[in-house]
């Protein structure tokens, strides 16, 4: 069904393409081919199958509070692999951000104990 969803929203933005992309996208090399796929596949393909993994394991609102925290790993990645710059407010942000989730996940297993 996404994938439907995803082919569908992808015609409906043919109309606003421009002939500026459409002439970058013929002049890519080998390489831009391979990292687009690898990125559509890879981002798609496995982040989907691991969602519904999880979903076999526990429910979709307790999954998608994990959804939050996907910038402050997204952005130690980056740190790691780039050596992009981490500020002070990253750090405040991914506090609050972890403090966030370790509340929720807190009131989420008092819940289950009382069930």
């Known amino acids: 069904m996404t994938i439907y969803a995803m082919l569908l929203g992808s015609i409906g933005l043919i109309p606003f393409l421009s002939y500026s992309i459409i002439e970058q996208v013929s002049n890519m090399s ?18 989907y199958i691991i969602w519904y993994i999880a ?9 998608s509070i994990f959804l939050y925290a ?9 740190y790691i692999l780039f ?3 981490i500020t002070l407010m990253f750090i405040f942000g991914g506090i609050l951000v972890i403090t966030g989730l370790a509340i929720v996940n807190m009131r989420n297993d008092k819940n289950k104990k009382i069930d």
């Open 30 to 47: 080998i390489n831009t081919w391979f990292a687009v796929i690898f990125l559509g596949v890879f981002s798609t393909i496995v982040g």
């Open 55 to 63: 979903l076999e394991k526990s429910t979709a609102s307790e999954i």
């Open 70 to 78: 996907i910038p402050v790993f997204s952005t130690i990645i980056s």
């Open 83 to 85: 050596k992009d710059e």
